[in-house]
């Protein structure tokens, strides 16, 4: 069992009550072993945190594998007129669906950062963001939805077509409903809401100021994307003349209830900025490398006290979509830019547990194998041919391909069982999923 506190028992015991864990330590569960209790032998196993993920896009499982040989800007530019056709049987489709599969991949908590909210009398879109809401209930995973929002459009000189984007009133009115409608404050919440403007290159700087007002004044968190291209950071300095982070700064977007995605092209600088002022980062190594954004300095990041945690990102950029991969292409890509001491298994572990805790505001209840902490678990496989013959559990699961996950639960309630999902037919789910592709590309194609 790993807890990621530091401590990690070869042979050891975890007991959940009421949702929350009751004890963790080595050996058997002794004085609890007498209780009307469930008892699962994870002989073979090994016990970690519920993996967090920090950064997604749902709504792009309906275009995985389009513009796979665009970089960001040009990726976008493709996309952006299929996405405008998107609505809420859409959404819901692909979000049920999405966050079954990262279930499947060691996920109890996702994000979603969704920011097209297209406006047409022809084809109306719906009630996106409670789309999403009802399909996450149905799954079970703890669930951070994000309200986000372009409003600078082509004519204004942004990248997105001006029937994407929302007038910044509006869009402000949106985020505001969607805190009062949805967000949860509570300890055990499985629903928590959060502002998220997209990026320096679709949104003015009225409506990334007004939204972090909003936010504080909401008592929510902070997401945008930031420093993920070079392509942004010349955006920014010939609309801005300042980098992103700079930017960022002026405009109050540093503190430590905020979590950027991507982080990629930090100087020194800007490194020293996140980390004296709390702000996360969500690391994206997939979708980084299928981009050619680059390379994020995780090493640098966690140096500084940066809180790091890992994001599938969407999956239009990132076709795999699970976050247990993530693991190793963290560890992976941050050797591939600064050597084998640039990050060890048990920080990459880490980074996925208790570091996207962190970014999303939500380390105090869970995040790490602790008494009194939420009960989000994953026990995951170790004596099949995948895994055999590494001694070294962490090393097994970060190192090798994703074993399979004998358990997920989330709250203590069981979401996966023996590498099935409880809390939903996935073949439905996938002909659900067919069936929103299918139609979005007959409407963009109209």
Known sequence: MATVTGEEYLDGHVVVRDGRIAAVGSGHAGRFSGEQIRMIDATGCLVTPGLVNTHHHLYQWATRGMAVDRNLFDWLTELYPVWAHIDA???EATTAAGLAWLALSGCTMSMDHHYVYPHSTEEPAGDLFAAQVDAARRIGLR???????????????????????????????ATEEAIDRWHDPSPDSTLRVAVAPCSPFSVTPRLMTEAAELARRKGVRL?????????????????????????????????????????????????GRLGATGTGVAHCPSSNGRLGAGIAPVRQLLDAGVPVGLGVDGPASQEAGRLGDELRQSLLAARLRGGPAALTAREALSMATIGGARCLGRDAETGSIEKGKLA?????????????GMDDPVVALVYGAQPPLELLLVGGETVVRHGELQTGDTDTLARGLRRAHRQLMKRARA
């Open 89 to 91: 049987p859409l959404v």
């Open 143 to 173: 669930f951070h939805p994000t309200r986000g929002s372009m409003d600078l459009g082509e004519s204004q000189g942004g990248l997105p077509p001006d029937r994407i984007v929302e007038e910044t009133d509006a869009a402000l009115a």
């Open 223 to 271: 997401h945008t994307h930031l420093a993920e291209t070079v392509e942004e950071e010349e955006f920014c300095r010939k609309t801005h003349d300042c980098t992103p982070t700079e930017y960022a700064e002026r405009l109050g977007w540093l503190g430590d209830d905020v979590w950027l995605a991507h982080g990629v092209h930090l100087n020194s600088d800007a490194i």
């Open 376 to 388: 989000d678990l994953a026990v995951w496989r170790l004596d099949g041919i995948g895994q055999v």
